[in-house]
């Protein structure tokens, strides 16, 4: 599988009000890039724009793949919410999409999936017999389950208590490793933690700053982690 | 007490009317061909009882066909709905019409064209449930959260799919709540046919007992119907209880 570049270029408006004006953006291919910025600034449209779901909004211009290729087929999606259906048990919610298409899920890579995210104990739980944490890991098995070189992440650990989500991030750098990552995060801190690109989205378009040194997920106490947080906090805060 | 034993309640408030009825019988000094008293109803209903179950049978027979056809078409028209706009367009300005026809009005008409057996009360039946059903399940198949649905376009699921995969499970407590109120609402599709043109049922045995200055008979049957919707009432419930922890 390999993870293509992802490119955005255009702009978008809502009822002729202006969104987010002309801006180019490029997702890191095989890596992590992360889209910060104050609330009702466009990033969930732009996740939104790039997964072909309805946004409420006209965009003029262009998405496509570096590699020239479609990019619809080739794209995971995982929320804010877990999305799990509370009528499927957890291997079911793991499988979903295979069913979805019409096709049986591998049994033995979905069990595989699920004790790699450390929810063996649970396989046979419906959703609603788990923690928020641990319902978060189930939707990241599905999303892993759908095996898609592009993955988009709309805030998907805001929800969580601060340990629970420094953990999912550890969980999600690793077993995302190699794709084209999209994450849309309104968190400084997480940003800093996993950005292998970091670009920040104001009413006045899109700028980058550059992420600090150090592999993804870089540790959650490195200074110079610490310290680009900080500085993107307070970009945040201009903003 | 009483709040945590609902059924020990139902049986105090039935015991309660019951003896507000005697009271009422008594006091007034009413006449047994204008109110009979429970007693009396009782007793008629024990002298009866071959009659009265007889004709029961014929119009639970009728209840049941018309509550199964009507849930079955009325879920498979919101099915319809759900999955088409076209067909939303063209088809619901159609439903709320025939809403606004009243049904009773179009007894006489279903009797001379089904005749007095069977099917003009089964299809009374349906034509009174069928919308309930129909806007419930409608409704529920229209409010799946927008999550769910986003997230099987993605994983390419076709619109079919997301139909019978999402949105049908999504919308099966309201499904329950037409099917709930479907339970309640046949029996008087079933009694309207059988006021207007029968020669069995309940609601035939009704008129014949009325005509017959038979109150007691009237109010037996009367009784034995309550009866009937009750304990369909709470099967119906029972199964929808049952269908919607299923899906929560």
């Known amino acids: 599988m390999s993870a293509p570049e992802i490119l955005l270029e255009g702009r978008a408006s809502i009822n002729g009000a202006p969104l987010f004006p002309d801006l180019r953006l490029s997702l890191v291919p095989g890596g992590w890039t992360c889209l910060l910025g104050p609330s009702g600034v466009g990033k969930s449209t732009i996740l939104r724009l790039i997964a072909g779901l309805e946004t409420g909004a006209e965009f003029t211009g262009q998405i496509r793949a570096g590699d020239g290729a479609p990019v619809a087929d080739r794209i995971a999606y995982m929320a804010q919410e877990d999305l799990l259906l509370p009528w499927l048990d957890l291997a079911g919610n793991v499988g979903l999409g295979a069913r979805l298409r019409g096709s049986q899920p591998d049994p033995a890579r979905a069990k595989a999936l699920i004790t790699r995210l450390g929810l063996s104990d649970h396989i046979a739980k419906r959703p609603g017999a788990l923690s928020g944490g641990q319902r978060q890991r189930v939707a990241l098995a599905r999303t892993l389950m759908e095996d898609r070189p592009i993955v988009l992440l709309d805030e998907p650990f805001s929800a969580l208590d601060a340990r629970t989500r420094s953990q999912m991030q550890d969980l999600a750098a690793e077993a995302l490793r190699g794709r084209t990552v999209l994450l849309v995060t309104h968190d400084p801190a997480e940003a800093a933690r996993l950005g292998a690109r970091i670009l920040l989205l104001s009413p006045n378009g899109l700028s980058e700053i550059p992420p600090p040194p150090g592999a993804v997920p870089r540790a959650v106490d490195d200074p110079e982690t610490l310290r680009a947080q900080g500085q993107l906090l307070s970009l945040l805060r201009a903003a | ?248």
């Not at chain 2, 105090?12 to 000094?29: H, I």
């Not at chain 2, 199964?68 to 709905?81: C, M, N």
């Open chain 2, 1 to 248: 007490m009483m709040g945590r034993r609902p059924e020990l309640t139902g049986l105090f408030v039935g015991l309660g009317l019951l003896a507000a009825w005697q009271a009422l019988v008594v006091l007034a000094e009413l006449p047994p061909f204008i109110l009979p008293g429970p007693g009396r109803v009782a007793q008629a209903l024990w002298d009866n009882a071959g009659l009265i179950f007889g004709h029961g049978l014929i119009t639970l027979a009728e209840v049941l066909a018309g509550l199964a056809l009507g849930a079955v078409f009325g879920a498979l028209t919101a099915l319809g709905l759900a999955l088409s706009p076209p067909a939303r367009r063209v088809i619901r300005p159609v439903l709320v019409i025939t809403q606004a026809l009243p049904v009773f009005a179009l007894a006489p008409i279903l009797t001379l064209w089904l005749g007095y057996g069977l099917w003009s009360k089964v299809l009374m039946a349906v034509l009174i449930i069928y919308f309930p059903v129909a806007s419930a399940f409608f409704d529920g198949l229209m409010q799946t959260p927008k999550g769910w649905l986003d997230q099987a376009k993605v994983m390419g699921a076709p619109p079919w799919r997301m139909l019978l995969q999402i949105r049908l499970p999504a919308a099966l407590p309201a499904l329950a709540s037409g099917l709930r109120l479907a339970a309640v609402y046949a029996p008087i599709g079933a009694i309207i046919g059988e006021w207007v043109g029968a020669s069995q049922g309940l609601g035939y045995l009704m008129l014949l007992a009325n005509g017959r200055a038979k109150i007691d008979l009237m109010f037996a049957a009367l009784a034995v119907l309550v009866v009937m919707t009750l304990a369909l009432h709470r099967l119906v419930g029972w199964g929808c209880d049952a269908l919607v922890r299923r899906v929560s």
